[in-house]
């Protein structure tokens, strides 16, 4: 069984921001859900002065807190590595969210499936998209496991302009992640957390 | 990295350090009814104060459980939080209060009595009852420390302190009710002191807690020191929490050593109490998650 992960190469990313649309377009989540995003920060000092971008998604950690944390078991993880929410169990407590470092959960207040991104209602796009969720639950990034199980690459990956995200089996003997992760200087998000992370990211 | 350098910031595309706000008031008056309710019965219980039984237990299964519900999401849902003991603290919280629950009711109705119970079931329900509220004053600082998400939180301390503020609480609870009560027997010296050594190591222990802290190797636990003792949590923080429900609560419980006065036990259990809340209401509020950063990222 592969160990599904995931590389983002950070000299690649220029903070287009497409695969936070991509995916908010792709899981069609509810107003101030974002599965995927992009932390932007200005470094140095003027006039050597830069914008840095961070993406960020769920890192589908091998020691997830957040599946520890969960009471019920609505959280699980696929025999693949994909960290998942059962929606029918999810009481929605919120621990999960408390114990991710990295605040990729994300809580579906009641009330946010009646209002879309517009003034007027529901489009039905969202209608279609919002029926996927349950409110007072919990809802996290998946690694678009309903396009992965189809033998297709996430919706951040496959959009990303520059090709900075590369999906893949990370236990694939000299597979292209392992490469990278061993050639490149590779490292993951708050290592401190020992949550065992499945995004690498390579040095700027 | 210096904390000065790292804002607080308000949505999760900014660089910095994320507020805490995933665990609101209604947790943080589940956690303070949890322990006060189970402080005040398992006091009460021990100096056999009928009315203090039925006080605390009705604080637990109607304020913390109300307060609980009212926080889920899915409250109708609640049975299924029982269903991890093996991993989770909420579970075995659940647990811990069912007990609580099926003992203390039957202690209650066996010392009213409406029904009578056999002796060992008697000491059954007596057992399970008083493990079972030890287990509800300590288990949420567990809850919390669980996270090494929020730096803060986790330590080893917390659920010391959760304990030992829940026992200041039953202790100054059970003083008062006796006081109202007009009861004066061999257990009221005991109290008094059990308090004034709770209110002494409740200071130390939080003072011990915030100082190890503001040393911590995490940022987000030094910044969150920076917030409760000189950032905007401060005004609660020390006015309230130290000095209101700590120094001004061990004033004038050795004013009360002297004079015995009912309205001085009400001031003094109402300081306490005050202080007690504000405590686990800071403690989530002030909550910091670290900024999203690793080696290359930081550098700046």
Known sequence: MARLGMVIDLKRCVGCNACTIACKQENGTPAGVHFARVINREVGTYPNVKRTFLPVLCNHCDDAP???????????????????????????????????????????DHGMLQKGLSDDGLTPFEQV???????????????????????????????????????????????????????????????????????????? | MSTQTVAIVSHRFGYGFYRQAWWNWLIGSAFFFGEIGAGFFLVSQLTGNFTGMVLGYLIVMVGKNTAHLKFLGRPMRFWRAALRPDRSWIARGIWATGLFGVSGLALLLKNSGQISLSDSTLALANTVASLSALFIMFYDGFVMNFSHAVPFWHSSLLP?????????????????????????????????????????????????YVKRMSSSQVAAARETVRLLVKGPYAKVFIGLVILVGLVATLLLSLAQNQIQQNWLAVVIATCELTGDYAFLMVLLKSGLFSPQTAPAYARG
């Open chain 1, 66 to 108: 957040c599946l520890k944390a969960c009471p019920t078991g609505a959280t699980f993880q696929r025999p693949d590595g994909i960290v998942m929410v059962d929606d029918d169990s999810c009481i929605g407590c919120r621990a999960c969210a408390v114990s991710c470092p990295y605040l990729n959960r994300h809580f579906i």
């Open chain 1, 129 to 204: 998209k919002f029926a996927g969720f349950q409110e007072g639950t919990m809802t996290k990034c998946t690694f678009c496991a309903h396009r992965v199980d189809h033998g297709l690459q996430p919706a951040c990956v496959i959009t990303c302009p520059t090709e900075a995200r590369i999906f893949g089996d990370l236990d694939e003997e000299n597979g292209i992640l392992q490469t990278l992760i061993r050639e490149r200087n590779s490292w993951t998000l708050l290592p401190e957390a020992k949550t065992k992370p499945c995004v690498y990211y390579l040095d700027e």
């Open chain 2, 160 to 208: 010391v302190l959760c304990l030992t503020y829940a026992a200041l609480g039953g202790t100054t609870l059970t003083i008062t009710l006796r006081e109202l009560q007009g009861v004066h027997d061999a257990y009221g010296v005991v109290l008094l002191r059990t308090e004034f050594v709770l209110l002494v190591l409740n200071l130390l222990l939080l003072l011990i």
